[in-house]
């Protein structure tokens, strides 16, 4: 199988924070481009179905330490603006002013850093099952983070099953921690089918490993279960120790914000077993303190409430919620994820 789908061309971009892959489609089309951020464990490879079939000049970014990126070291208590930061000098070097910015799962956590920090440069935003404004497990309901050093989060939290298969490059089905496996049990709802699932795993396999990449590193914690958010490495970007992007809310000039994700979603989601806190509560893991000390993040619902008060503070948000579908709406719902995004962003190409 080709990498490289028909119509995407590649090309390494060298800035001045490091040098990124970007891959790029109908380059001749005009308007305001499509800037596609991938999210975990993945890279721009699974934006070429929805690049294809755009009829806009589409570009996807490789973050650092994915795809055919330089592999950098990652700040986690910066959040997530290492990525964001490099995205941004990405349009920079390519004399990209405005973007109309589309963010999966992390990568939505990553646009709304963009957001934060560099304004300019957002025509709109769409966010594919993104990443809670709060983070990623070890906040309640409101977003305060329920320990000081974001306990059960960040890199102690991946499954050591999972980093040992991606480590060895295993494309089989053989084990329920594969990069296969876990790509059909958890980033699409049961019954997704494609022809390119070999590039699916393909890219997730390209996922750069170790305590300044994935999973990143942990630290001790006097709280169970036991560890908490590190201050390297993929996962702890996301802890509610270093991030936080609510504050979308308040800033000035606010783009629309169109926010599409699955009712199947098994990683985002209200009650995710990615959680620790609901894993604890279903005895999976054992010691749990209870749900006074320990709830389970509503992500869907953090995620809701940010973008309540976003449309109460003069911004546009609109929710499409997809029935039957995971964490992957431009895979499985492409046409509906297509018609939706096209919409979006033709009321707001100014």
């Excluded at 330089?70 to 959040?79: C, K, S």
């Excluded at 709802?189 to 990143?216: C, F, H, I, Q, R």
């Excluded at 036991?226 to 390297?232: I, P």
Aim: hydrophobic fraction near 40%; charge should be negative; glycine fraction near 12%.
């Amino acid at each position: 199988m080709s990498t490289l789908l028909e119509g995407i061309t590649s090309h390494q971009i060298r800035t001045e924070r490091g040098q990124f892959q970007v891959i790029e489609a109908h380059a001749e089309a005009a308007g305001i481009p499509v800037v596609l951020i991938h999210g975990n464990v993945s890279s721009s490879l699974f934006f070429q179905p929805t690049m294809q079939a755009l009829p806009r000049h589409t570009y996807a970014v490789d973050l650092r330490g994915f795809g055919d990126s330089e592999t950098l070291p990652v700040d986690a208590t910066r959040g997530v603006r290492d990525y964001s930061d490099d995205v941004a000098a990405v349009l920079d070097t390519l004399a990209v002013p405005r973007a109309h910015l589309v963010g999966w799962s992390m990568g939505g956590g990553v646009v709304m850093q963009l957001l934060l920090d560099r304004p300019d440069l957002v025509a709109t935003l769409t966010l594919i099952s993104p990443v809670s404004p709060y983070g990623f497990g070890g906040s309640a309901a409101d977003g305060t983070p329920l320990t000081e050093d974001s306990a059960g989060t960040g890199g102690g939290a991946a499954n050591p099953g999972f980093v040992a298969a991606l480590a060895a490059g295993d494309t089989t089905a053989d084990s329920p921690v594969t990069a296969r496996s876990v790509f059909r049990t958890t980033y699409v709802a049961p019954g997704y089918d494609s022809e390119l699932e070999d590039l699916w795993v393909e890219s997730m396999l390209s996922t750069k490993l170790g305590d300044d990449n994935y999973p990143g590193t942990k630290t001790e914690s006097p709280t169970w279960p036991g560890f908490g958010a590190g201050e390297r490495g993929v996962l702890n970007t996301m802890a509610p120790r270093w991030f936080n992007t609510a504050g979308i809310v308040d800033i000035a000039a606010k783009p629309a914000i169109l926010w599409v994700h699955g009712e199947d979603d098994a990683i985002v989601g209200d009650a995710t077993m990615f959680d620790l806190n609901q894993l604890g509560k279903l005895g999976v893991v054992p010691g749990w303190p209870g749900e006074e000390v320990a709830p389970a993040q509503p992500m869907v619902s953090q995620t809701r409430a940010v973008l309540d008060a976003y449309r109460a503070n003069g911004g546009s948000a609109t929710e499409l919620a997809l029935p039957g579908v995971g964490h992957s709406a431009h895979l499985e719902a492409p046409e509906e994820f297509r018609t939706a995004l096209l919409g979006h962003i033709g009321e707001h190409d100014q």
